[in-house]
């Protein structure tokens, strides 16, 4: 593995300080199994790494308005057993428990999963043509083997599948983050954070290269509502999605009075299907409603050589998720 | 990947070795590692520790599981220098003086391994969920919790019976008179 200069930031000043001149080329550590894994594959190469364990981000708090600050450095295990996500954000638990192993939860931090990248296998292959990783190479997944590939949000530029399972649950929880840099801090919507690939597929975020994220807050959780977690993968467990679903419904005298929809596995970041949130509102919280809002979230999907089968995967994985949740709603 | 390489490699780029404290199986351990090495690799090459074992190293098998602080993670994505002011436990520091730790002796009573190159990390896995209350006993959630540890053999339902054999069974303490 390549080598790079090590130092560990003491407070959050310091932090985004020592990363500012080095844009680029310094990187930060938390978990390390996103870094650490494509620095050995010569994928990611740092000069220099800044371990941020020693930040005081290991919090999960409940704001005076309901909604939940989640720091940075919590880890994926413990979010996703923490009484207050357990209680009010149970869809965030399932998905972060689908996610990874025992041993990587353990590992991985909340900010870290926010920020992990891409598993196409031609992104992780110095040799492959990417344009995610070398910019204007080419993009080798387009022809090649795609079928863990994404339908939505893709360009003929990266067709690259946002891996994350948490990102997904938060995406259809409504969330923000907060960043820090040198010049202050900023929040930006969980939704507005990842990039579509369009004709730049190595700008995968907003966050600028001088900036940390300090905190995720979740919104307050919806009055009522049902959730559920699906994930479709080709093993039972350890394994990322080929297609997941992250639905929340509420229910009242059987009909739809919100819903939330967020898909995981088919798509190039995690992916909000508003048009099937509208559409279900209002509608009576049966099969029929669902099939139709699976239909719209997939109108768009533009399946390759090999990933056609995510389609009724997809649909499928949406119609069950949005059925459990509405079954789980308080008030059907 | 051998201590020579990392050397070299280091030299390249002009990043110093650092002095590291490792705290293994409880005792301390002085190393002065580039800072591109890994947990695992600082343990087998540095320590002579080699029951840790490198099977992907890229955290998707989990043959190098060990505990840090009591929780398991994959030692082959972990940086030796961020372990300093932890406790690391292997597979070595499994047994006592009064003898093999209960997952270790129900392993070997229900032949929980072929090859036997996956059974560390299992072992490591298996004594971590047993401590870990927020992981259910019954046989999924117990299986699910194994998942990140792979065993080209098929020994899985072994494994499992040796976790639900050893669990309730507390480790033995030291024999008196020896110091551990
Ligand atoms: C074998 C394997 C299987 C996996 N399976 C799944 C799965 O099924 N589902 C899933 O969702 N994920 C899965 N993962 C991915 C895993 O969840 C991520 O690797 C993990 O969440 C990353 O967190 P980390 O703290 O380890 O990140 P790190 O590796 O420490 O960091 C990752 C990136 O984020 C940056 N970063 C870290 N923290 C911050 C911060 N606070 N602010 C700004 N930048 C930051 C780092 O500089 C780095 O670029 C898997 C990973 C592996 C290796
Ligand atoms: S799909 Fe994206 S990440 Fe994969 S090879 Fe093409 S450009 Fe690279
Ligand atoms: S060697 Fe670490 S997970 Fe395979
Ligand atoms: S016993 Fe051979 S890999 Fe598990």
Redesign the interface.
Known sequence: ??????SSAENVDQAVSSERGNAGEASY?A???TL??L???DVMRPVQ?I?L?RLPLREVERLDDGRLRIGALVSN?DLA?HPLVTQHYPLLSQAL?AG?????R??ASTGGNVMQRTRCPYFRDVAAACNKRAPGSGCDALEGVNRMHALLGTSEHCIATHPSDMCVAMTALGATLTLEGPNGTREIAFGDFHRLPMDRPDLEHELEPDELITHVTLDTPVVGGGSHYLKLRDR???EFALASAAAMVAVEDGVIREARLALGGVATKPWRAVEAEQALAGKPARTESFEKAAEIALSDAVPREHNAFKVPLARQAIVRALEKASAASKHH | ?NMKE?SR??D??G?AE?AVTLSVNGEMHQLRI???V?LLDALRDRLGLTGTKKGC???QC?AC?VHLDG????S????A??CEGHEVTTVEGLANDAGLHPVQQAFLEHDAYQCGFCTPGQMM?AT??LEDE??GTDDAAV????????CRCGAYKNILAAIQTARGQGQAAPTAGKTS
């Open positions: 593995m390549r080598n790079f200069a090590f550590i978990g390390g199994t650490i894994d620095v050995k594959l790494v371990d364990n295990t057993h428990l990874a192993s025992t041993q990587l353990n590992m039972a467990s350890y | 990947m990392y490699q280091g390249e780029a990043s650092t580039s800072p591109n890994v190293d890229h955290g989990g599981t929780q398991a993670i994959n082959c994505l972990k940086l220098v961020m896995s971590a969920l927020r992981i299986r699910e919790a194994m998942s990140g540890n792979i």
